[in-house]
């Protein structure tokens, strides 16, 4: 929703887990990023780690 770039489901998933499980909006990972003042690849690493933990939002 911030810079209109197109989604992915992991930027979806992990706007969820982090933002707002109901959300119909989202932020790319890179605007995740920005909205936590962190680096893009520690937004990266976190997804793999959920996907590690079998979390439901990430399964495919
Ligand atoms: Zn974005």
Sequence with gaps: MACGKPLTRDDMAMHKK???RGAKEFLCIHCLSEHFKVDEQLVRDKIQFFKEQGCTLFSN
Excluded: A, F, S
């Design 18 to 20: 982090l933002i707002n």
